[in-house]
């Protein structure tokens, strides 16, 4: 089966840094726009970066100087590195690989991460 595989969360204090990758098992996700979303506890899942397969990246506002978004298609990855963490990035982050058929797009496990001191 075809999945999107994440790693790399986990509970740091605040100022600290995670890199989460994404990754493909059995499906190139190389050509595909990738998002990354969270969702903390009680509120909707956000969109907070994506990548195109072009290599353009979009980060919403309000981590924009803190994460970045890149991708290595030697190792069929992408990553969101999460830099100067603080209480409010704590949530459950997601990986989504888009395609364009209706109902394919693939989404990954959910990797927590929590900011807490």
């Known amino acids: 089966q075809v999945q999107v595989v994440e790693s790399g969360g986990g509970s740091v204090p605040p100022g600290g840094s995670l890199r989460l990758s994404c990754s493909g098992s059995r499906i190139n996700i190389n050509l595909n726009n990738v998002g990354w979303y969270r969702q903390a506890a009680g509120k909707q899942r956000e969109l907070v970066a994506s990548i195109t397969g072009g290599g353009s990246t979009t980060v919403i506002d309000s981590v924009k100087d803190r994460f970045t978004i890149s991708r290595d298609k030697r190792k069929n990855a992408v990553y969101l590195q999460m830099n100067t963490l603080q209480p409010e990035d704590t949530a459950v982050y997601y990986c989504?690989?888009?395609?364009?058929?209706?109902?394919?797009?693939?989404w990954g496990q959910g990797t927590q991460v929590t900011v807490s001191s």
């Open positions: 989504k690989v888009f395609t364009r058929g209706p109902g394919d797009d693939l």
